[in-house]
């Protein structure tokens, strides 16, 4: 079907006119997020992703990033549920991205503190979230396919169970890799014409448009603004990020983009490198290009004392990306998938 055979996005978002606040929750009062509960956020993410076996723990800095764009709502597009002490124990977030293009999008965020799961709390958040969302979709105005979507770790049951029961179904599954740095490491061999330099602020823009174009064919992928690019930069390692530029033409083919993630380690164990983006554009694809900055992002990470690369992947993604990560000796250690509503 063509975006001309749909029905307006207004139509098909259905929204309501009132995105209900959860009502049958005893014990607690419900208000919009701000930035001054990003320490009290964080504790609940943390304890949320200890009880579902996640691999990682959002750090505070990562929570208070989520406040930065200036597309993003917080007084209509979040929730948190106070306790009687004032402790939040449960929350929720829309984000309905600018720089969509091909499909609009809205991104749903929540979660109940364990000690607080059975009571029904999480169907009302995820009500609301679906409600906000769809009222966001049909507020955007961008006559194309629409989307209700959210992120769930596999180990996450209840979350599962719930999602499912609200009407999202399965479309798309992630895979996170990892790949010891204590043995070879894959040689660098840079494509001839082409140079691997450092990520620098003055190349940042062109690897944003680089990125752009090379996932304009990804599932699931949009274009990035100028300010959805930079956002969430909190645990940006320049240091082990990198961008292959063309010599003859200063052109960047491809890049390859870091975190430092460093409040994950007591948890996994382990030392990590974690590569957030990596992408080559379609001129300069097909010739291990993406190999060669793998290879020259293990030998920063194992540099700087690393034990492990680390990276995630669409499993579907068409570009064979979950072979090269195989082939380069990544194998995965935890999955995800992402739950929708196609509109």
């Known amino acids: 079907m063509t ?4 029905a307006p996005i207004a139509v098909r978002a259905a929204a309501p006119a009132d995105a209900p606040l959860p009502e049958s929750t005893d014990g607690l009062t419900w208000r919009p997020l701000t930035r001054d509960d990003v320490p009290a956020l964080t504790r609940l993410l943390n304890v949320v992703e200890e009880a579902d076996h996640a691999p990682f723990r959002t750090s505070t800095e990562e929570v208070d990033d989520e406040f930065d764009g200036d597309w993003k709502d917080h007084a209509r597009d979040t929730l948190a549920g ?53 009222q966001l979709l049909a507020a955007s105005g961008k006559e194309l396919p629409g989307r209700l979507a959210v992120f769930t770790q596999d180990e996450a049951d209840a979350t599962i169970r719930l999602l499912r029961a609200s009407g999202l179904t ?62 969430g930069r909190s645990m940006f390692a320049p240091a082990w990020s990198f961008l292959a530029v063309d010599d003859a033409t200063g052109e960047v083919a491809g890049y390859l983009l870091s ?78 998938t992402m739950f929708s509503i196609e509109l």
Do not use: C
Request: net charge negative; glycine share 10%.
């Open 3 to 6: 975006t001309t055979d749909l």
């Open 82 to 134: 106070v306790d009687a002490d004032g402790v939040i124990r449960a929350y929720a977030r829309v984000n309905q991205p600018p720089g969509d293009a091909r499909v609009v999008r809205a991104f749903l965020d929540g979660a109940v503190d364990p000690q607080w799961r059975g009571r029904g709390i999480g169907r009302q958040v995820l009500a609301w979230e679906l409600a906000r969302g769809r």
């Open 259 to 336: 975190g430092r993630y460093e409040h994950d380690w007591p948890v996994i164990g382990y030392k990590a490198g974690y590569t957030d983006l990596l992408g080559v554009r379609r001129a300069w694809r097909g010739r291990r290009l993406a190999a060669a900055l793998l290879a020259t992002v293990m030998a920063a990470y194992r540099a700087d004392g690393m034990d492990m690369a680390e990276l995630g992947v669409d499993t579907a993604n068409q570009s064979g990306a979950h072979r090269l990560y195989e082939g380069l000796g990544y194998a995965v250690f935890h999955s995800s």
């Open 170 to 231: 399965p479309v798309r599954y992630y895979a996170e890799m990892r790949r010891p740095l204590d043995v070879e490491l894959p040689p660098i061999e840079v494509p001839e014409g082409l140079s691997i330099v450092p990520w620098s602020a003055e190349l940042d823009e062109q690897a944003r448009l680089a990125h752009n174009e090379a996932f304009a064919d990804h599932w699931g992928s949009e274009p990035r603004t100028a300010e959805e690019w930079v956002q």
